[in-house]
DNA sequence: AATGAATGAGGCTTCATTCAT
DNA sequence: AATGAATGAAGCCTCATTCAT
């Protein structure tokens, strides 16, 4: 994504840059589209190249679409664990600054046409799933395990059966992604209002 | 999937069932690998017939898939309506029961394979979207509403942020459904306690 | 190559004749232009057929280019280990039997074809390159192998170096073979002449 | 093959040099996979230089290919016409001596890579085959046919059928080089045996 | 009505050739 | 002169659709 300008007058050619200006064109296909029905014309279109050149830097479509799908795999998540780590104040506050982190990462985000993706290349891509899972989702999980496990320490979480799901806890925020994809034109969601919505449940949920 | 035999002296061919049997084999096809990567012929030997023979009931692949997922749009959740209107007990017996047929409806269940599909191919077919979401969806989210709605006047419900978005209620179901449908393998979901959670999460997270 | 006349009035199709006919072309196309160069559309062309109908009977290209070689491998050989075994006259007579024979079968014969094909594509093939050995060439030169045999007990060939090289027999039916499909144009050769000398030659060459 | 080094004091190129190794890497090329399947990739990297190279030296592949040919072509014959017109012995001994020598040219040396080529490329090229049969296989021939004259004119050859073709002679050998480039793995040729049972045959096939 | 062989458009992939550096 | 990235034409192959039986 980052272009370094050449210093040369025209900035023509940044060949550096073209895997991931393929990628970038070919998350957008796929995303859109699925595997089968995007088109490798249609993605070096996107990219401003020729098709041919897609295969100076991967061997094959699914390659390509390996390669997007990994690339976005890469979550800043890693920081959280130390915020969480240290976090200072009260439960609520906490979970407010992490769900609201997690809307914004995925919600409306590129990252919303990955999680598409996966959902229905899913079975034929076992080892993406994998990754995914081990990367992403087991992460942001075991952040919000560490939250729950601190507020009931602290007497701010009632120690219940929701505690024992974590996964409740991201639940409002993938339907929304989805929920983006597939009803956006037939009803909306307003985010900020969901997003608050999603905090008030959270926190009487667990509330001691 | 049940074949009734009709009462003919030659039991082999069940002209009446056909349509109905190459839609169960075409949604197996679609939801596992989508609208573009399904084969034709693939449907056909799963229905027990010949490639061709489709083409008397279905002018063409796509219509084919249209009819698969207006097939599994008639959803029974109009009974609900009078269910929830008539209910003589209190808001949380209420919601376990309709939590319950939610999930006895989409988890592990050929629906999720619908929902699969819309999450792909929506964008290509807005009229199924369109379809699903008056058919399906919203009745759901309408059925939420009027419970909590009757819960407030009742004074079990809380009138705040979470009770003005009845799709917070379902989304654990979504996501169990998608997680099902990608995760099982990595992390499978113990729905009973799933469930038991959910209850758990919505009824404190709303009540009064 | 046999194409049964259906009773039809109308000898439009020949479904059981379509491989065959396939093969017949694809041999045609291969022997001269070689594996790589060969077009499948051409192949398709000179059968009267579509270009996809190929598939519905070989696999690839490769596939073809195997059936091809395989279907011309199916030499008349074998009858000749008997017609040696029990022939009566002199070893002369005995020899230019069967060496007009190999012409017959070799020279300017489609089987020229497999050969060029062999020579070419033979390191690809290494399958086909022993099938073609064990099958054709191995029994030439053991048919050759019991004639001089046979002419040394009967005291008409003479037991010498050449004597224990019988692929020196064929070695000019090969080379008018390979002649023929390169030189003919500069350098014709008269068959029937040579093939005189090639027997004056043999039987000097034997004789004791 | 031998890479005289420039007298430059940067001994790393040596650019005279260069549409030799060209034409050798592309001679192992094309002799090997034939015209079509030869990548012009592999020949540049078998030449340690880059495709683009190539394109500076010759105009196409087709004309990298025909160049390759015609490097083989000048083949060291034209002295035998002298050493056979002087030759002072016996015509066994003459013979002897020239067989060996087309031996030693042809089996196993990168000669019969262009035959190879010749035999398959040759009905698209005919420019390359007439060259090829005015310059070697003509000569051959007529150094064969001088020596079956003067071996008629010193009474040591019988002028018969045998004795009218001249090609005859040559068989063995061709059929040593493409036996060795098609069945070697299953069947190898003892060359030194071969070579004597050769010259045996002849000698005798010809005697007066 | 059913079959499945045949068709041919469409998409992936290769690679000779070009071209900017 | 050399490089090797980029191009795009060409060919293999798939599969939705048609059609003769």
Known sequence: ??????????????????????????????????????????????????????????????????????????????????????????TDALLKLVLTHFYKQFVGNEISGVIRILIVEGPRFPDLVELYHREVTSKGVTILSHIIKRGIERGEIRDGPAAREPRLIMAPTIMAVLWGLTFQAQDPIDIEQYLNAHIDMILHGLSA
Request: charged share 30%; no cysteine.
């Open 1 to 90: 994504m980052t272009r370094p300008q050449p210093d040369s007058q025209k900035p023509k050619r940044r060949k550096a840059a073209r895997p991931g200006e393929i990628i970038e064109a070919g998350l957008q296909e796929f995303a859109t589209k699925g595997l089968a029905a995007a088109r490798l014309e249609d993605i070096a279109k996107r990219a401003g190249i020729a098709k041919g050149t897609i295969y100076r830097y991967f061997d094959s479509k699914e390659e390509l679409f390996m390669a997007v799908v990994r690339s976005r795999v890469v979550l800043s998540l890693d920081q959280f664990e130390e915020t969480v780590a240290n976090f200072p104040g009260k």
